[in-house]
């Protein structure tokens, strides 16, 4: 099987998280049947601190019932330019739900700056959307965000009259990484997503969690998404599982990005880029005549990484150190050939 550092996404479910989908109690989910996917969304709402929850086929699902939950036809929401829900989610927000987005770049550390958010919402006036949301993503693009900047963020909510979401498809990792409940995050926001089948090793499957009455809406709006499922325990079964054996061995995908960061930081000719809040991502600045090579090298020795400059090296419960320390070995293997052949060639 091929080393594959592409994404968190790429986990396969184990024999013990079969064994699980494979007991699993089901019923009609759409009746409110299924006792796998009731005792899923008791738990998820339990954990992130917040009163109900719905499963939801995708983290892209999840979203966007919450923004189609929060916001009505010519609302807005303020959103990172690099966030999921904002670009990598098909302007599900604008194509479904009439919702406008109004991007900020995001800083160094995955935070959106207050006062550009501030400065961003519009005046009560009919020539403008309304400005409805604040939507953070946690971890972003690795980086698990300040305590201290969530609890500020939820202050300016409040004070500003903006609801205020998560995208917490990796919540977990930023909760192991600063070693705190994870209600201690959700608990801030008015909803919050989380995503099963990332580090956390499930095949399918996210949750939305939030009060009953915006659960209740976005119920709804997974209905009119097409996400309402049927024997969907057989899948709830498995983010159960998940939740309850994945989650502290998140730090080992932490150690583990750490450890490739270092030994990568060795080559010259490569810059890592490492930020101090990063959990289970690595990302690499190759010199741009090298990507496509070195992309082709590792694939030669079945070890895959997502091509582009930066190069993004994820962790996960399926790469390992042995995994790790390939990754290393062929990246500076490749670095070590190409001296040795300019070397022959002076
Ligand atoms: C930050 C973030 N949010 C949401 C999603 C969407 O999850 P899904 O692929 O399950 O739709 C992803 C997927 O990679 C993600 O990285």
């Known amino acids: 099987m091929s080393l594959d550092f592409r994404s968190d996404t790429t986990t396969r479910p184990s024999d013990a998280m079969r064994k699980a989908m494979y007991h699993a109690e089901v019923g009609d989910d759409v009746y409110g049947d299924d006792t796998t996917v009731n005792r899923l969304e008791a738990m998820m709402a339990e954990r992130f601190g917040m009163e109900a929850a719905v499963f939801a086929a995708s983290g892209t699902q999840a979203n966007l019932m919450a923004l189609m939950a929060h916001c009505a036809r010519g609302d807005e929401y303020i959103v990172g330019q690099q966030a999921h829900t904002y670009k990598y989610e098909g302007g599900g927000a604008?194509?479904?739900?009439?919702?406008?987005?109004?991007?900020?770049?995001?800083?160094?550390?995955?935070?959106?700056?207050?006062?550009?958010?501030?400065?961003?919402?519009?005046?009560?006036?009919?020539?403008?959307?309304n400005t409805r949301l604040l939507c953070l993503e946690n971890t972003q693009a690795g980086k698990a965000l300040p305590m201290t900047y969530l609890e500020e963020a939820g202050r300016f909510t409040r004070l500003e009259h903006l609801n205020f979401h998560l995208d917490g498809a990796r919540v977990y990792n930023a909760a192991v990484f600063h070693d705190v409940d994870v209600a201690d995050i959700t608990g801030l926001f008015d909803t919050s997503t989380?995503?099963?089948?990332?580090?956390?090793?499930?095949?399918?499957?996210?949750?939305?969690?939030?009060?009953?009455?915006?659960?209740?809406?976005?119920?709804?709006?997974?209905?009119?998404?097409?996400?309402?499922?049927?024997?969907?325990?057989?899948?709830?079964?498995?983010?159960?599982?998940?939740?309850?054996?994945?989650?502290?061995?998140?730090?080992?995908?932490?150690?583990?990005?750490?450890?490739?960061?270092?030994?990568?930081?060795?080559?010259?000719?490569?810059?890592?880029?490492?930020?101090?809040?990063?959990?289970?991502?690595?990302?690499?600045?190759?010199?741009?005549?090298?990507?496509?090579?070195?992309?082709?090298?590792?694939?030669?020795?079945?070890?895959?990484?997502?091509?582009?400059?930066?190069?993004?090296?994820v962790t996960h419960l399926d790469v390992d150190r042995k995994a790790a320390a390939a990754l290393v070995d062929g990246i500076k293997q490749y670095f070590v050939s190409l001296r040795s052949g300019l070397a022959l060639a002076n």
Request: proline share 4%.
């Open 194 to 313: 989380c995503c099963f089948s990332k580090g956390l090793g499930a095949p399918v499957g996210s949750v939305l969690c939030g009060s009953h009455e915006m659960m209740r809406k976005a119920r709804r709006w997974r209905k009119l998404l097409g996400g309402s499922m049927r024997q969907s325990g057989v899948i709830a079964a498995a983010a159960i599982y998940s939740i309850q054996n994945n989650v502290e061995r998140l730090a080992d995908d932490h150690e583990n990005a750490h450890w490739i960061a270092e030994q990568l930081s060795e080559l010259d000719e490569l810059e890592v880029n490492y930020h101090a809040h990063q959990t289970n991502m690595v990302f690499v600045d190759v010199p741009a005549t090298h990507v496509a090579d070195l992309v082709v090298y590792l694939k030669e020795r079945d070890i895959i990484v997502t091509a582009g400059s930066p190069i993004r090296i």
């Open 94 to 129: 604008a194509v479904l739900g009439s919702i406008q987005p109004q991007p900020l770049e995001f800083c160094e550390d995955g935070t959106i700056d207050l006062n550009m958010a501030k400065s961003a919402i519009k005046p009560d006036n009919e020539h403008f959307a």
